[in-house]
């Protein structure tokens, strides 16, 4: 059973903090990993993807993806109230096109 | 990013009958389309994974004569809920993907209620 696990919080920072989720999987194989936000309520938005080791950065976002380990984080600087939200990690599952979601992780940020 | 239209947004019907629910990809192909049910609280369940122009395969546990998937065109495809009774209330999203990097587009999701 391929999985991929995440703290489902709530993970509460202050307003300009860092806020950092993580989440692991099963699958060595995977080799495609998404960060999505999901607002209550609405449906997920993709924020991040991320395909090889190391760092990827887009304006307050960072993707860290380290495939010995089987770890996957977002770091969101300057966390602001509007980051509030349920954050999901998602890894494909191989061979296709099936995408494997995490629970989520509640982000509460405190103005 | 890509626009994934998910039609209606709301809908109310009563213990019985049956709600029809449309995903359309606006500006892309869409080669396989998914279902998900998510309740409150609670993560994404995938229900069903759909391929233009054949039949769709689901997931333990999801009836297919229940939940009826038609995927008939790249930009088009549609839940039935048959029968819909209370306890399937819940919100409905569909998703896309139109290449090979695996990114999801969404629908805005539709919120189901059966009185």
């Known amino acids: 059973q391929k999985e991929v696990e995440q703290n489902s919080g709530p993970l509460s920072v202050p307003e300009g903090a860092i806020a950092s989720l993580n989440c692991t999987y099963s699958?060595?194989?995977?080799?495609?990993f998404f960060w999505y936000r999901q607002y209550s309520g609405k449906s997920p938005e993709l924020i991040m993807s991320?395909?090889?080791?190391g760092d990827k950065e887009d304006g307050r976002f960072t993707a860290q993806l380290n495939k010995a380990s089987q770890y996957v984080s977002l770091l969101i600087r300057d966390s602001q109230p509007s980051d509030s939200a349920t954050y999901l990690c998602?890894?494909?599952?191989?061979?296709?096109?099936?995408?494997?979601f995490g629970a989520g992780t509640r982000l509460f940020v405190k103005a | 990013g890509a626009v994934v239209s998910q039609h209606p947004s709301r809908v109310i019907c009563k213990s019985g009958t049956s709600v029809k629910i449309e995903c359309r990809s606006l500006?892309?192909?869409?080669?396989?389309m998914f279902w998900y049910r998510q309740f409150p609280k609670q993560s994404l369940m995938l229900m069903a994974t759909?391929?233009?122009?054949?039949?769709?395969?689901?997931e333990q546990g999801v009836e297919k004569d229940k939940f009826l998937i038609n995927h008939a065109s790249l930009t088009l495809s549609t839940l039935t809920v048959t029968s819909a009774h209370p306890e399937d209330s819940s919100f409905y999203i569909c998703?896309?993907?139109?290449?090979?990097?695996?990114?999801?587009?969404f629908g805005e999701g539709s919120r189901l209620t059966v009185l």
């Open positions: 998703s896309a993907t139109g290449g090979s990097t695996g990114e999801l587009f």
């Open positions: 759909s391929n233009e122009g054949s039949k769709a395969t689901y």
């Open positions: 991320i395909y090889s080791n």
């Open positions: 500006d892309f192909q869409a080669t396989t």
């Open positions: 998602a890894v494909d599952g191989g061979g296709g096109f099936k995408t494997i």
């Open positions: 699958d060595r194989g995977s080799q495609s």
